[in-house]
């Protein structure tokens, strides 16, 4: 099988060599056992953007290779598309790819170059969880998954941030080659192939520099006061707009409703206090801005993905 990594403009290093240490470590399972190597893997660059990758020999796309398998790579950041961005050269090339047969698949960001493309377009998706409000606002018709570890829909698959990028990479390998040989390049790299959501790995930091000065000092109210009001009316009670216009303007560029928020400021101070006391898990309920425990845990479980306990055991360095 051809397989193509895409050596993007400013894509994390990290990210490119973990990719070339599965697949080679697979090739060689099979060389190992007098087999044919199952995956021809190249480098690739644009055009006029020649990327040298040490140890290694890089190539240009051309219209004449096709492959099985492309590989987009996480970036240092969260990249968007413009035209002036050598990244933007990719998103024709990959479409073109599609066309003829090829899956695509991104690691962490790099699901914001796939969905440049279109491809991702009334599929699931997931992304770094904390890029996921940024993700959504700049793609729409993309059905993010955000708590997903990876997604996966005609031949188009993403995975989430940082290791979630091996657990795509044993289903590519189980896909393509077999479940013998991604159970053995998971024991390989230590994988736990089972785990399914990433969410507990998230932080909500929301962005405030969207220009909206109202939805702006609802955040404020909802940061100084979330621990203190039973209702989002008593938190943002100062703020001067109707109720059903804050809510609009809210979602339009937070990508939540203000209760929204509010929940998840509060299950955001919970795990802090999780992590960083020693107080009770009543205590850091109401700290958090609960007055039941029952819901605290449900909300607290939904959000995070495991319940408040099990959060601590498995993040806090203190004894308790």
Known sequence: MQLGILLTKDHRLLSVAAILDVFESVNRFYTEENKKEPFTIELLYMPGHETQYPGYVTKATDHETYYDIILIPSFRQGWMPNS?????????????????????????????????????????????????????????KVILQSEAVVTEKDRVYTSGG?????????????????????????????????????????TFSPAEDHGDDLVKLAQEEIRKNFSKGNTIEEIITDVPASRRNLVRRFKQVTGITPIEYLQKTRIEAAKQLLEQSRQSIMEVMYESGYNDLKTFRSLFKKT??????????????QMV
């Open 84 to 140: 002036p961005d050598p990244n933007f050269s990719w998103i024709p090339w990959l479409q073109h790819q599609y066309r003829e047969g090829a899956v695509v698949a991104s690691f962490c960001t790099g699901a914001f170059l796939l969905a440049s493309t279109g491809l991702l377009d009334n599929k699931p998706a997931t992304t770094h969880i904390n890029a996921g409000g940024a993700f959504a606002r700049a793609f729409p």
């Open 162 to 202: 940082a290791t979630n990028s091996f657990h795509l990479m044993m289903l590519l390998l189980e896909v393509y080659c077999s479940r013998k040989v991604a159970v053995k390049a998971a024991k390989v790299f230590s994988v736990d192939m089972d785990r399914n959501r990433q969410t507990y790995f998230g």
């Open 304 to 317: 995070v993905g495991m319940t408040p306990k099990m959060y601590r055991d498995k993040f806090s360095g």
